[in-house]
């Protein structure tokens, strides 16, 4: 027995095994990446440069109307592996990551691992217009949660896990480690920033970062020029006229995302040959745009080292939101990250154009409102101002920066969140009536109907009934304090409870027997119907400081269907998570032997 306690003392506790496990997992994010990656530049170099040159596009002329054809072939690839894996291919997944992390049961099956490296290797390397970093966060959260998987780990312990490679990932392919620590927490775990997951999230995007770096060196996802604030008493105005630009730019590019989406969905074509469809228009798009194909970086590089021309930045800025709403609209994989970044270089370096022309000794560069317009569209788009103002530093490393990208950065997003409450990560969730940012139990809350929940053997009393025959009533019904009174139609007209009745038996005998309990219920009462949800009657119990709620058909017609009390809103509730962590138990069990 002592040598086991003496054993004990040289184990790891339980807050290092974990730090422990995180470090793991940003080492296989920071693999993966490079896996990753390298896939991309050979589907790359296979479809765009090697095809190029075969149907001799690079030569010009009318052979750049065979472009399409390239991106096409990136969406063709994709049918055999969506129809072998339904639901797990196409479109922008992450909305539909974030629920199963933040609501359901974080669990992910291995495959999920390569088919997104796969799937988004073929539609990006190929030239359709989306970004890398989605996908890569959902490949380092299926990490995480095969960890979890591994050591049998709670729900919570499994959520900081499958954020822990998330944040390896992000910190990886922009060998930016604060970036992506600040991305999980934004973004996959909705704004928490507890100790104990925020040390892991550091843990695993400095390890992811390590391994990048080893590979890659220390490169930055695009080269940032040099820059510096020329005249703040001019500038500063300037960048707060561009956050709001940039907040409303941003809303804009959000809704006509889901708008796209929605279209597609609603088109009356088989489902394999959407993303045909959409990779020919963007295709189209690309015989006189190039800039917007593929996640747009070499030409984010040119923004951002000040391309001049004005009404291609302008034109760009709307091109690309429109080719990457019809690639992810339509199916194609992949993600929105790296597309805000586009959009953002493009519309802050037009800005830039502008107001330098205006202001040529009061302004820097129109690359460097290009720089600080990155943050600013990222933030807004994403509400996630931290991660857009950590990537902008640790690119470009210089302390300058940081006044104006936190200024557009948050003011962005603040006009972003007035006109919109979602982000384009929680727009398509919201529109399924999932507000994630609530949490799982709210969520439940919300999902489950008063009807179910009611208790049916209700008692109610005539409004022409008298004090007396009330009396009685509570007598016999020793477990009701409320009953509702109705009228000769049997519609609910109030309320009555033991207070009103305390207060009737302090007038003499003689005046009880003729007061009628229509005259002492409370009339202006609250009331449900059996489709409101628990979670509005729990607010209501709470507000109103009540215990019990009358149900009734429905506010024009009451017909009493019976009484509602805080106890069977939380009977409901419990039996509804046992019901669920059943099913979710079953479902994980059910993915873990398919792995």
């Known amino acids: 027995m002592s040598k086991l306690v003496h054993l004990q003392r040289f184990l790891p506790g339980e807050r290092t095994r974990m730090m422990l496990i995180t470090a793991a997992i940003g080492l296989m ?5 490079i896996a990753f990656r390298e896939s991309m530049e050979l589907v790359k170099t296979i479809i765009l440069h090697h095809g190029a040159s075969l149907l001799g596009i690079d030569q010009g002329g009318w052979r750049r109307a065979l472009l399409p054809l390239l991106p096409m072939v990136g969406a063709a690839l994709l049918i055999p592996f969506s129809l072998a894996f339904p639901g797990e291919i196409n479109g922008y997944g992450l ?15 291995a495959r999920t691992i390569v088919l997104k490296i796969v799937s ?6 190929s030239g359709n217009s989306a970004g890398t970093e989605g996908p890569i966060a959902q490949i380092g959260g299926a990490i995480g949660s095969q960890v979890g998987q591994r050591f049998r780990v709670s729900g919570r312990r499994m959520k900081v896990y499958i954020a822990a490679g998330c944040a390896g990932g992000i910190a990886g392919i922009f060998n930016a480690p604060l970036a992506g620590m600040f991305f999980a927490s934004e973004i996959v775990l909705l704004g928490t920033y507890e100790i104990g997951s925020f040390a892991a999230l550091a843990i695993s995007s400095a390890m992811a970062t390590v391994v990048s770096r080893a590979y890659y060196g220390e490169v930055p996802a695009f080269p940032i020029p040099p820059y510096a604030i020329v005249n703040p008493l001019v500038e500063i105005p300037l960048y707060t006229l561009m956050a709001v630009i940039t907040g409303i730019a941003a809303v804009l590019h959000i809704r006509f995302f889901y708008l796209v989406k929605d279209r597609f969905a609603r088109l009356s074509l088989h489902p394999q040959l959407k993303p045909l469809l959409g990779a020919l228009l963007v295709g189209a798009i690309a015989i006189y745009f190039p800039q917007i194909m593929g996640d747009g970086y070499d030409y984010i590089a040119k923004a951002l080292d000040g391309d001049t021309l004005l009404w291609r930045m302008a034109a760009l800025v709307v091109l690309k939101s429109v080719a990457t709403a019809i690639t992810l609209g339509s199916g194609g994989a992949g993600g929105v990250f790296a597309p805000a970044l586009f959009i953002g270089a ?42 857009a103002i950590f990537l902008l530093f640790e690119m470009t490393g210089n302390y300058m920066i940081i006044i104006p990208v936190m200024l557009t950065a948050v003011l962005g997003t603040i006009t972003a969140k007035w006109l919109h409450d979602d982000s384009i990560d929680t727009a398509e969730l919201s529109q399924e009536g999932i507000d994630i940012h609530e949490g799982r139990e709210t969520a439940i809350m919300k999902s489950v109907r008063v009807g179910k929940a009611i208790t049916e053997d209700v008692c109610f009393i005539s409004e022409n009934a008298n004090v007396n025959q009330l009396l009685e009533l509570f007598r016999d019904s020793s477990n009701h304090f409320y009953f509702p009174v109705i009228n000769n139609r049997g519609f ?9 009745v305390k207060t009737a038996l302090l007038l003499p005998e003689a005046d009880r027997a003729g007061q009628l309990v229509g005259a002492i219920c409370a009339r202006d009462v609250i009331m449900l119907t059996p489709d409101a949800s628990l979670y509005e009657a729990i607010r209501l119990f709470d507000v109103k400081g009540i215990d019990e709620i009358p149900v009734v058909e429905s506010k024009g017609e009451p017909w009493v269907l019976g009484m509602l009390k805080r106890q069977d809103v939380i009977s409901a509730y419990n039996h509804e998570m046992i019901r669920r962590g059943i099913g979710e138990r079953d479902e994980a069990v059910r993915i873990i032997r398919e792995v």
Do not use: C, W
């Open 492 to 500: 609910m007209v109030g309320v009555v409870s033991m207070q009103d």
């Open 29 to 33: 994010a920071g693999l993966v990446i």
């Open 346 to 387: 493009v519309l802050g370096g037009s800005f830039g154009i502008v107001v330098h022309s205006l202001f040529p000794t009061a302004t820097a560069s129109p690359g460097a409102y290009a720089t600080v317009g990155i943050g600013a569209f990222l933030a807004a788009s994403t509400h996630a101002p931290m991660t």
């Open 120 to 125: 988004s290797a073929l539609s990006i390397g």
């Open 95 to 109: 909305p539909r990551f974030l629920k199963r992390v933040n609501l359901e049961n974080g669990v992910f099956k």
